[in-house]
Every structure is written in structure tokens, then in C-alpha cells.
């Protein structure tokens, strides 16, 4: 795997920085631009108060990194598998991400107040991650570190970072954060940019992510009967 990093590193088309500048895709106008629709989305689903699952009852896999159901993940898309019924339910915020080339995952990823994600990293290079603000508190300690960089996230603006660098998030504040949250296919040159593509559909096939699907499925018949 480290030899695939580096020529996959090698290869990719705004090199190989922690944070990238988000007006190199330029998607992220766009998706900037649908913040308001989004967002109302996003508020009528908090006001709902529909239970939302924790991460690793999705991923059993991320028990690594949280165990407390605090940190909640509502999904759209996870390695181009779509979760149906919330595609339906945010209609606007789905509309939006069709502007995103090479989409492979997305959900509003959702902070509760005091809690943080441990360092880690991502298993694969061959995709980049976005975040948009969404709901971010005023006040307190609200960042994600990428290397040896932080950043604060802003409602309405845009991250761009490459999660193969370890990196930790934090809301140390009193009120939940909220992102929406992306991955998409890196940028590469021909011919390795062709590979990725297929590295990427394998994977959606695969047990890992067949597995989280069927974990959601079974997690939304227990809590919305």
C-alpha cells in the first residue's frame, strides 16, 4: 500500500498537500451556493428529532475511533451505495452533490457538544475529502487538524483535505457540529485515474461496505417501527 500512495501521489493532479484550495474544484462554488437549501434540509431534520444512528452502528469498524453514539452520521451515499429513503427525505441536498465529479460517499456528519475524534486516518488515497459547515457553533474549540495543519470550519464554506494524513476532529463546545460530508475521486493522470475509478467500484461491491448498508438497514427497522 505505501507504493500505491506514492504513485498515487505522484499522479494526482493538485499534488499531494493536507488541505487543498477549495477553489481548485471548482464544485465547491456550487455547493457553497446550495448552503441555504441545504441547511434547511439539515433543520428539518434535527427538528424531527428522527433518531439518527452513531457512526459504529453503522461501520462496526469505527468502534476504533468512537463508541458513544455521539458522533451520528445520516447517510446519502457511502462508496456509491444509496441509502434510499434519505435520499428521498433531502431532496434539495442530493440535487447539490450531483454537481460533485466522481462522488463517492456522502451524509451530514454531526458532532455532539464535547466530543472528539481520535487521530487516524483513511484507508485509501484514491479519494479526497469535503466538508461544507453546515451548523458550527460560535464558541469553543471547533477543528479538525490534517498533518501537522489546523483548520476551523465555517457554516457555508468549504474544506478540502487529504484523509491519509492522520487527522483529529474536536467540538469542545456546548452545541452540536455539523458537516456535510464528502468523499470524491482524487484527481489523477491517465492511465491511473482509470484504475482508481475501478479500485473504487471494487470497493463498493465488498463486504466492508455491503455490510454497513445492511447494518443501516437493520439499525432503521429497529428505530422507525
Known amino acids: ?3 500505491v500512495e506514492r504513485l498515487i501521489a505522484k499522479s494526482s493532479v493538485h499534488g499531494d498537500p493536507a488541505f487543498y484550495d477549495p477553489t481548485l474544484f471548482e464544485w465547491t462554488a456550487k455547493l457553497e451556493s446550495a448552503h441555504p437549501a441545504i441547511r434547511a ?3 428539518a431534520l434535527l427538528l424531527s428529532r428522527q433518531p439518527i444512528p452513531g457512526f459504529e452502528e453503522i461501520s462496526h469498524d469505527q468502534t476504533k475511533l468512537t463508541d458513544d453514539k455521539r458522533w451520528q452520521t445520516y447517510f446519502l451515499l457511502g462508496y456509491g451505495v444509496p441509502f434510499e429513503d434519505n435520499i428521498t427525505a433531502c431532496p434539495q441536498t442530493w440535487a447539490a452533490l450531483q454537481y460533485v465529479p466522481g462522488l463517492v460517499t456522502a451524509f451530514f456528519s454531526i458532532l455532539a457538544p464535547g466530543k472528539s475524534i481520535p ?11 469535503y466538508h461544507l459547515g453546515m451548523k458550527v457553533p460560535p464558541r469553543g474549540d471547533i477543528d479538525i487538524t490534517v ?4 483548520r476551523g470550519w465555517e457554516d457555508g464554506k468549504s474544506l478540502v483535505f487529504d484523509d491519509t494524513y492522520l ?4 467540538n469542545l463546545s456546548g452545541e ?7 468523499d470524491f475521486e482524487r484527481p489523477l493522470r491517465a492511465p491511473l485515474s482509470w484504475i482508481n475509478r ?13 455490510e454497513a448498508k445492511s447494518n443501516y438497514e437493520e439499525w432503521r427497522r429497529a428505530n422507525t417501527a
Request: charged share 30%; proline share 4%; hydrophobic share 40%.
Open 1 to 3: 500500500m505505501p507504493k
Open 41 to 43: 434540509e439539515l433543520d
Open 119 to 129: 487521530l487516524h486516518r483513511g484507508p485509501y488515497k484514491g479519494v479526497l475529502r
Open 147 to 150: 498533518g501537522n495543519e489546523t
Open 167 to 170: 487527522h483529529k476532529a474536536r
Open 176 to 182: 452540536e457540529r455539523v458537516v456535510l460530508f464528502v
Open 198 to 210: 475501478g479500485v473504487l467500484k471494487l470497493i463498493a461491491r465488498s463486504g466492508f461496505v455491503q
